[in-house]
């Protein structure tokens, strides 16, 4: 399905993943690339410089007693020396005195994930709701009722995604799989979810980007059906992630929403990404098992997305990852945003791509 733009004005080069893609070989064998922070700065959407953030871990976050919380995912608990981020989101917040929603596609491994963290934290708040981010039934099915509860809600960490495979594959409403979940899928839910997010106590929306994404979007083959390549999906839809954090910010403000939104990343994390995705036999799989070293612990690089859902000094419209070791790994810092991101006319232009395909709206 490719998406057709009636604008006339110039269209940034679609001629992005390959680079992206290359830093991201070239960081996993060496852990250093000077092109990952080319024309990038750190002023996020607000264009104010941000300061240096000391030391924050896990037991800097703020009691969350009262705040509703949902994470999407969240159902990747620990298995073998690895585990999800949005188990490790969830259970933070949990043992913080959140009420916590984990909303994931399986049922079995959400309800395990449940029930572990009520075993690591007795007394927690955590529950399980089903969600397909890639079929846009089920994140209308999970919006109705989340709206029909009456209840606000404090704090979105849009979390889930997937990585791309080696063959073009579509969700149940003909997207692109890569694109259904990590991208339309949040954006339809975070639109449906903003009269709950309206309720809420100074709520948050967290995006979750990553260190590798595209130089620019493809807006005549944003699903990528004439050219696929699973890197590029995945690239694409990181970017894709931090355009829409960046341009919700500016909405907000400029409609008096209230609703802060910030963005992430977890520098290079143990998850189930690359073994869920291209596998282990792919490139990114071989530096996945031959270099360890590289791939902190889950927990630790969901600490930058923490930081942006709770701390009080996390700015809106910021962005933030691991500060140490080129960005790759270590305690949160303030992430450097790349040229792409800070792009407005592609911001407005995914925007109102986004509305038409998932027939959803803000207004």
Known sequence: ??????????????DRSAL??????????????AGLVAGCSSAGSSGRAEAEIPDWTAADIPAQHGRRVLVTGGNGYPEDDRSGLGYQDALALARA??????????????????RRIR???????????????????????????????GQGLDMLIN???????????????????????????????????LPVLRKGREPRVVWVSSMR?????????????????YAAAYDNSKLANLLLAFELERRSKASGWGVSSLASHPGVARTNLIPDGPGLNSREGWRFRMLPFL???????????????????????????????????????????????????????????????GQVSFG
Do not use: C
């Open 1 to 14: 399905m490719v998406i057709d733009n009636h604008d006339d004005q110039p269209r940034p080069s679609a």
């Open 20 to 33: 992206s893609r290359r830093l991201f070989l070239q960081v996993s064998a060496v852990g250093v690339s």
């Open 97 to 114: 005195g959140a009420d916590v929603t984990i909303a994931s596609r399986n049922q079995a491994r959400g309800e395990e994930a449940v």
């Open 119 to 149: 075993a690591d934290a007795p007394g927690s708040k955590v529950r399980f709701e089903r969600l397909d981010l890639s079929n846009l039934t089920s994140v209308r099915a999970f919006g109705a009722r989340m709206r029909a509860s």
């Open 159 to 193: 979390n889930a995604g997937v990585m791309g495979r080696f063959h073009r594959r579509v969700s149940v409403d003909g997207f692109e799989r890569v694109f259904a979940t990590n991208t339309l899928g949040h954006f339809a839910l975070t639109a449906l979810l």
């Open 213 to 229: 994404m595209s130089d620019a979007l493809p807006f005549d083959d944003l699903q990528l059906e004439r050219n696929y390549d």
């Open 295 to 357: 791939f902190q612990p889950a927990a630790q690089g969901a600490l930058a997305i923490l930081y942006a859902a709770t701390s009080p000094q996390a700015m809106a419209g910021g962005y933030y990852g691991p500060k140490g070791f080129q960005g790759l790994r270590g305690l949160p810092g303030v992430a450097s945003v790349p040229a792409a991101a800070q792009d407005r006319w592609s911001a407005a232009t995914l925007w109102a791509s986004l509305e038409r395909l």
